[in-house]
């Protein structure tokens, strides 16, 4: 199970956007410059994070992204299961009895480990709420 840099950066930018939520829209350019992040990687995983409901955008001089929810409504499994959209875990946690992907499906002694493997993980991401980082985060 690995995780991209697409869940990573994907926490750090709505991080930065529910941070400095309060000076208005806040804009690629910004987030790209304070979190050393491409700005264009930034403007793709904004539209995923936009379509999904985490993002609202404004566009224009003095447009740029909000929250869409309070900070404290988004998880960081949200997060990953929005931007890796299925890609943490092994194909055999996904695997029902229907999967094509395995010719061993009916004599695989191991599916529920990826399987319970796959949902510890996501467990454990779903505690941490991007509104708690952020009261908890250092000056």
């Keep these: 199970m690995r995780l991209t840099t697409k869940s990573k950066y994907g926490t750090r ?14 804009n690629t350019t910004d987030i790209a410059r304070r ?6 990687y930034l403007e793709k995983l904004i539209t995923g994070l936009r379509r999904s409901g985490l993002v609202t955008s404004k566009r224009g ?43 061993q499906l009916d004599e695989c002694l191991i599916q529920f480990v990826w399987v319970e493997a796959h949902n510890v993980l996501m467990k454990s991401l779903d505690s941490y709420r991007l509104g708690d980082l952020i009261k908890h985060r250092h000056p």
């Design 13 to 26: 930018l709505l991080l930065d956007i529910a941070i400095n939520d309060e000076k208005g829209w806040v």
């Design 35 to 40: 979190q050393n992040i491409s700005q264009k």
């Design 61 to 103: 001089p003095l447009g740029g992204h909000k929250l869409a929810k309070s900070p404290f409504e988004i998880t960081v499994g949200d997060v990953v299961r929005i931007l890796e959209a299925g890609d943490t875990s092994s194909k055999c946690s996904d695997c029902d009895t229907g999967c094509d992907e395995c010719s």
